[in-house]
């Protein structure tokens, strides 16, 4: 996810995958599955994605329990968004985007843009 470091894209991904807030604990957990971190370090990457905004949290006992702000396909679309925004040339980018799309893509685009004119 643009935006974010390896360790911030795995812990939204542990974060996205729950159906329920997790502590830095079962992040760590799920995190650990791959490879070896510190709790510190968890807890710091959480603490990040809190003060950027990706992520709220809420005090639970004596610890934080953390829930991502929006959904993966939400976060996704906006980085999308800011990406064209700053690329100087949002619809040429846009257009080209739409030129290289595979099949399968220009079918899922279509069905979108007719999703969002009957509104």
């Known amino acids: 996810m643009q935006g974010l470091g390896e360790l911030e894209g795995a812990a939204m991904d542990a974060l996205w995958r729950s159906d329920t807030p997790l502590s830095v604990r079962e992040v760590l957990t799920e995190l650990n599955r791959s490879r070896q971190l510190a709790y510190t370090t968890v807890m710091t990457v959480l ?10 949290r809420e005090l639970s006992g004596r610890s934080y ?7 993966r396909q ?24 739409a030129q290289s799309a ?9 069905r979108g843009l007719r999703r969002r004119s009957r509104k």
Do not use: C, I, M
Not at 47 to 56: E, H
Not at 65 to 71: I, K, L, S, T
Not at 74 to 96: C, Q, W, Y
């Open 102 to 110: 595979s099949d399968e893509e220009t079918v899922v685009l279509r």
């Open 47 to 56: 603490d990040n994605l809190y003060r950027k905004g990706w992520v709220d």
């Open 65 to 71: 329990q953390y829930a991502p702000r929006e959904g």
């Open 74 to 97: 939400e976060a996704a679309s906006r980085a999308v968004r800011e990406l064209l925004e700053s690329s100087g040339d949002p619809e040429g980018v846009l257009l080209h985007f």
